[in-house]
Nanobody, 119 residues
Framework: VQLQASGGGLVQPGGSLRLSCAAS????????IGWFRQAPGKERENVAC????????DYTDSVQGRFTISRDNAESTLYLQMNNLKPEDTAVYYC?????????????WGKGTLVTVSS
């Protein structure tokens, strides 16, 4: 499956953005899918994960209640709705997919999209 993330940009603290990840060459529902981010000088982290088998979701603590991962199988698109953004959310965001359960050791990656949260 090929993935392409988009939707990043500059937003003020407290604002919202929705990231999209278009998938081709595969059906999103067949994969465990996730959003990751990497801030300058930091390691890449998984911020949201949607599990293949039951569609359940997990979030890292720092975005719980603010970010929502979702997918539209008909459009083969993965989304990340980000609300109440904070400066510490500034990072390059990536979408990724994997055939097996668990958002680690992902097999397929899209190019990142930069999110900058600043006044």
């Amino acid at each position: 499956v090929q993935l392409q993330a988009s939707g990043g940009g500059l937003v003020q603290p407290g604002g919202s953005l929705r990231l999209s990840c278009a998938a081709s060459g595969g059906t999103l529902g067949d994969y465990t899918i996730g959003w990751f981010r990497q801030a300058p000088g930091k390691e890449r982290e998984n911020v949201a994960c949607m599990h293949r088998i039951d569609g359940s979701t997990d979030y890292t603590d720092s975005v719980q209640g603010r970010f929502t991962i979702s997918r539209d199988n008909a459009e083969s698109t993965l989304y990340l709705q980000m609300n109440n953004l904070k400066p510490e959310d500034t990072a390059v965001y990536y979408c990724a997919a994997k055939w097996y359960p668990g958002c680690y050791g992902m097999d397929y990656w899209g190019k990142g999209t930069l999110v900058t949260v600043s006044s």
